[in-house]
Each structure stands twice: as C-alpha cells, then as structure tokens.
C-alpha cells in the first residue's frame, strides 16, 4: 500500500520567513495530494490540494508543488506569521471510481517566532 | 465544505468503560469515516461507516472493539469498547466532498482512559 513520509518532525522559522515541508509518497499510480493544518483542540483543516496532472498550485501566501518524478511533494508558506503555527499533515490517495483512500504523513510542528 | 459537528469534545473515562462519540454532519453523505489520532502519530483510518450497510474496518480494528452505526445519511456514532489506556487518542469523523477527493473533518472526541 501506499506509505507517506514526512520530514522533519518539527520546523521553525522566524515571522516573515518562509516555510517548506516536504513529503515523498511511494505509489505512483497516487493522484491526489491534500495538505492539512491542525491547530491545538480542532480537526485537521484542508488548506491546499494538488492532482497529479498539476505541477504547482497557489494560493495567497500558500502553495504547493507537486513532483511526480521524484514522488514527492512540498508545501511552501511565504511571509509566515505566528497564526500558521500548527501542525500540519500531508496525504496522498488513488481514486478509483468512486472510492479514494488517504494515507497521512505523520506531521510537521511549524512553529512561528515572532 | 460539509460542517461536521462531533461530541464529546473530549472526556476522561475509566478502564473496562465504554465511550460513543456522534457525529453530526449538515448534509446528507453517503459515507462517512471514523480516524484515530495517536499522541503524536498520523491520521488511521479505523472504519467506513455506510449507510445501510455493515461498516468496513480496516486491517487491525474489529467491530467487537469499535462499533459504529449509521442510522441515516447525516448521522453516525463510534463507539470504543473495554477501553484501556492505549485507546486515549483524538478519534474525528470525517466526510468526503461531493464528487471529488476532498475530506474535511470534525473538530474531534479527545478520549483519555486512566
């Protein structure tokens, strides 16, 4: 089955700096690549998705990157600030037909130094 | 995006008790999934609850131990049997967008078994 790695465990950055986590995966035939922010007490929060007919996607201060080569892919913050702190967790699925299944990386702690 | 609404929000329970959490969503989904958050781990996915029809669980968790129901299309509940300490985790159900690979989440049940 599909496995999700996810390095390093934890990330800090300065406010204002820009952040990048990265995740491989190792089924190539996955085809959706979802990023999640966990704040403390709440759920994960689906900020950014990728498909893998798409080699980046932005949004505001948000984007990511998607190399179907290598098998990996990245979520890049600009102009991070103490709100992004959180931790945040990558997945990739198959869809087929109707039916997707996610497999999650173990998640990134960014911390955000103001 | 679905609003996923789930209680308890967390709750301390005794060895041997058992504990069901619901699930709520504002609209109707025809599945719904029950993910288990260890301290510091990744998202497991522990079952499929579908409506009118049996739960599927995935490799490792067995119905005897996580009873779900699924008493219509906007409603499911878990429930975590003989509860040990391994079992404190934050349990979410999550629901898929329509038509596409999305998955949002609830806020979450954080379980803790003394």
């Known amino acids: 089955g599909e496995n999700v790695e996810q390095h390093p465990s934890t990330l800090s950055v300065q406010e204002g700096d820009s952040a990048v986590i990265k995740c491989t995966y190792s089924d190539s035939a996955s085809n959706y690549f979802p990023w999640y922010k966990q704040e403390l007490g709440k759920g994960p929060q689906l900020i950014i998705d990728?498909?893998?007919?798409?080699g980046e996607k932005k949004d505001q201060r948000i984007a990511v990157t998607l190399n179907k080569t290598a098998k990996h892919f990245s979520l890049h913050i600009t102009e991070t600030q103490p709100e992004d702190s959180a931790v945040y967790f990558c997945?990739?699925?198959?869809?087929?037909?109707?039916?997707?299944?996610?497999?999650f990386g173990k998640g990134i702690t960014l911390s955000v130094r103001p | 995006s679905a609003v996923i609404s789930q209680k308890p929000s967390r709750d301390i329970c005794q060895r041997g008790t058992s504990l069901t959490i619901q699930c709520q969503v504002d609209s109707q989904v025809t599945m719904m999934f029950w993910y288990r958050q260890q301290p510091g781990q990744s998202l497991t996915l522990i079952a499929t609850?579908?409506?009118?029809?049996?739960?599927?669980?995935e490799s490792g968790f067995v119905i005897d131990k996580f009873p779900i129901s699924r008493p219509n299309l906007t409603f499911s509940t878990l429930t975590v049997s003989n509860m040990s300490p391994e079992d404190s985790s934050i349990y979410l159900c999550s629901v898929p967008a329509v038509g596409n690979e999305k998955l949002f989440f609830g806020s979450g049940t954080q379980l803790s078994v003394l």
């Open positions: 990728i498909r893998s007919n798409v």
């Open positions: 997945a990739a699925s198959i869809k087929s037909g109707a039916n997707s299944k996610l497999t």
């Open positions: 609850a579908n409506q009118g029809s049996e739960a599927t669980y």
